[in-house]
Every structure is written in structure tokens, then in C-alpha cells.
């Protein structure tokens, strides 16, 4: 059981590249989030999935995109990096509705340069 | 949808003293209140959390409270230690709407050999 893994670790992007975020989870936890985390700064949510097939956007979705055809998997998305996205990006999952505990995966550090 | 705002931003505590860190939310459907560490480099990790339909919690040196009517709860180490320092955040999550959790900003707590 890894519980939600998420690739890369690290990666450095140019202006303009786009790249996707990989998160997936073994626990066959329904719901899913995507949230950065700035340098000293909280959590902010951008996308967050309630099942296969049902995304919606967060906080902060501008710029993002996901989708989720599986329950394991939801990718993030960048389709035209810009310095704004450099942050710590964290998936995470629940089971349901009746359990909030999110299990966090171990985040990917993005710089975009 | 919820805000969440918490104080203070820093903290800094001689060993063996308590450090109290407040939130406050605004949406009234919040029913469940995490409280997660980060340590530097590392994921969020659950340190405590308390529902709505309770006013206290305690384990350990670590306890919450919350006061729904006034819409604050608390975090509140006693005997701290070195190994307390670390980044600390309040969430809460609603129920209804948007089911994800909402972070504060975070509070940085430097517990002084």
C-alpha cells in the first residue's frame, strides 16, 4: 500500500513549456485535491475530484487542468508555464464524504524559469 | 465559500512553555477542524483534528478547542520541545459545497532550547 504518490519530485520548466503532474493513489479513495503551497504561505486548492469523471475547480484554477478517468489517478496539468506556477504542488485523497482525513503525497517542486 | 484565517504568523517559545495558535472560519456548515505540522522539505502530516459536535480534544501535550458560536478554534501545546518547531495550519471543511479542506496561512513556531 503506497498511498499517493506523486511524480516528479522535482522539475525546472521554461516560459511558455507544459508539463503534467502525475498523482496516483492504491487506497480507492473517491475524492482527490490538487493544492500549492508557496514559499511561507498555506495551502491553496485548484482542482479537486469527488469520482471518475467529476472534477471541479478550487481556489485557484487559472492556468491548470486535470481530469480523472480513473479512481486512481488525477493528473495536473500546465499548459503554458509562467513564473506565477513556481510553487510545491501536493495531491492528496480522502475516502468519502464521512471520512475527512486527506493522506498527502510528498509533493513535486515546480520552478519555472 | 469558507475562509480561514490564523494568528500569529510566528511564534517563538522558550523549552517547556505552551504555545496557543487561533483560527477563525467563516462558513457555519464547517463541521470538521484538522490541524496539520510541516516540517521543512516534508508533506502536511494530521496532528489533531476535532468535529463540531465537540468543544475539546486532547492528546497528549497536544490539545484543540473549538467554539462554534464564535466561530474560533485553537491549537494549544503544552511542555513544548525542540522537536515542536515546525510549521503548523488549521483547516476546516464543510459538509456541503466545495468538500475540500481550506488551510490557513500557516504559523511558524520556534520552540528555543
Known amino acids: 500500500n503506497a498511498g499517493v504518490t506523486q511524480t516528479p519530485k522535482f522539475r525546472i520548466l521554461k516560459i511558455g513549456q507544459s508539463m503534467t503532474l502525475q498523482c496516483t493513489q492504491d487506497?480507492?479513495?473517491?475524492?482527490m485535491y490538487w493544492y500549492r503551497q508557496d514559499p511561507g504561505m498555506g495551502l491553496k486548492l485548484i482542482y479537486y475530484s469527488v469520482g471518475a469523471g467529476i472534477t471541479d475547480k478550487g481556489e485557484v484554477p487559472n492556468g491548470y487542468n486535470v481530469s480523472r478517468s480513473t479512481t486512481e489517478d488525477f493528473p495536473l496539468r500546465l499548459e503554458l508555464a509562467a513564473p506565477s506556477q513556481t510553487s510545491v504542488y501536493f495531491c492528496a485523497s480522502r475516502p468519502d464524504i464521512g471520512a475527512n482525513v486527506l493522506t498527502f503525497g510528498a509533493g513535486s517542486r515546480l520552478t519555472v524559469l | 465559500g469558507e475562509n480561514v484565517e490564523q494568528h500569529p504568523s510566528t511564534l517563538s517559545v522558550q523549552e517547556g512553555d505552551s504555545a496557543v495558535i487561533k483560527c477563525t472560519y467563516s462558513d457555519s456548515a464547517s463541521n470538521y477542524f484538522p490541524w496539520y505540522k510541516q516540517e521543512l522539505g516534508k508533506r502536511p502530516q494530521l496532528i489533531i483534528d476535532i468535529r463540531s459536535n465537540v468543544g475539546e480534544k486532547k492528546d497528549q501535550r497536544i490539545a484543540v478547542t473549538l467554539n462554534k458560536t464564535a466561530k474560533h478554534f485553537s491549537l494549544h501545546i503544552t511542555e513544548t520541545q525542540p522537536e515542536d518547531s515546525a510549521v503548523y495550519f488549521c483547516?476546516?471543511?464543510?459538509?456541503?459545497?466545495?468538500?475540500?479542506?481550506?488551510f490557513g496561512s500557516g504559523t511558524r513556531l520556534q520552540v528555543q532550547p
Open positions: 487506497m480507492n479513495h473517491n475524492y
Open positions: 483547516a476546516a471543511i464543510p459538509d456541503t459545497g466545495r468538500r475540500a479542506l481550506t
